[in-house]
């Protein structure tokens, strides 16, 4: 006797209608706001295109000073400085100064994104228990939907290149910085804000004065983790047409170049631990 006992599961014409239904909305928006939305990050990918030309079109040593003089000035750390010299030098080197700089460039307007967007919603989290039980759930999604599901209405909209790269990077970077603003504003004691409020200080004041500096540590944290973030999506992103190192590692699976794939991963490698050690030692 079987006892097994069948799910119900829906026809496969009703399927196939489900599906056809979401394909054909989709492409119905994209024909009706697609050009809008383009508008819309214009400025993004022309000020994306200006920092990469500056980063590629500036003569190295010129470059390689100001990387070690901003790691000094945020650091106080000359052998951490020294180490950031040696870094570039390497990828020099090894034939990588460019792609390493488009992936900085990456980088950098990915965190940026994610920092200007995550501490003010992590904020509003903090000061809201009604907000965070909405916005959680979604930041959960964030983190655990995968890559290419996101993807595939990104490029529909935008289409190949730097913007869909960014936008892909930003929504599975920005949920740690969200989490770990929220966690150090509510972890500030109860006591430090009461005394603010006494002393007349308002609720915006105590927000600058008070609660973000003891929240610090928690936001550097969350920078730190959206960082490591953006540079572990670069190799997704260059499926899209990114360029940089992690298009390079995307061409050595492909085309199985063992030497030049270790050589680009070592490069990601090194500089996430190198913006790493920046962050953790930030003055």
């Known amino acids: 006797m079987d006892y097994l006992i ?7 014409a009703t399927l196939r209608s489900i599906k056809k239904s979401i394909d054909v909305a ?54 951490l400085s020294a180490i950031v010299i040696l870094y570039f030098l390497f990828i020099g080197l090894f034939g990588l100064w460019t792609s390493t700089m488009y992936t900085i460039s990456l ?19 903090a000061k809201s228990n009604s907000a965070q039980k909405i916005i959680n759930p979604i930041l959960d999604v964030m983190q655990t939907i995968p890559i290419f599901v996101y993807l595939i209405p990104v490029v529909m ?39 603010a409020t006494s002393l007349g200080l308002s609720k915006l004041q105590t ?19 959206t960082i490591m973030m953006t540079l572990s999506m670069v190799v997704i992103a260059s499926m899209i047409g990114v360029q940089g190192l992690g298009y390079s590692v995307l061409q050595a699976v492909q085309n199985q170049y063992i030497g030049s794939g270790l050589i680009n991963g070592f490069a990601i490698v090194g500089l996430a631990i190198l913006l790493d050690r920046i962050i953790q030692n930030e003055k």
């Open 207 to 225: 927000l600058w004065s008070i609660e973000l500096p003891l929240s610090k540590k928690s936001i550097l944290v969350g920078i730190n983790q």
């Open 26 to 79: 989709f492409k119905d928006f994209s024909k009706s706001y697609g050009d809008s939305i383009e508008s819309f990050f214009e400025p993004l990918l022309y000020f994306m295109i200006w920092f990469e030309k500056l980063l590629t079109l500036t003569p190295w040593p010129i470059t390689l000073f100001c990387f070690s003089f901003l790691t000094y000035f945020l650091t106080k750390n000359i052998k």
């Open 6 to 12: 069948e799910f119900p599961e829906l026809s496969v």
């Open 157 to 195: 909209l935008l289409g190949l290149g730097r913007i869909p790269g960014v936008i892909a990077m930003c929504v599975y970077a920005i949920p740690p910085i969200i989490r770990l603003t929220n966690l150090g504003i509510r972890q500030v004691e109860k006591g430090m804000k009461e005394a």
């Open 107 to 125: 980088v950098f307007v990915s965190t940026l994104i994610s920092i200007t967007l995550g501490i003010p919603i992590g904020i509003i989290l």
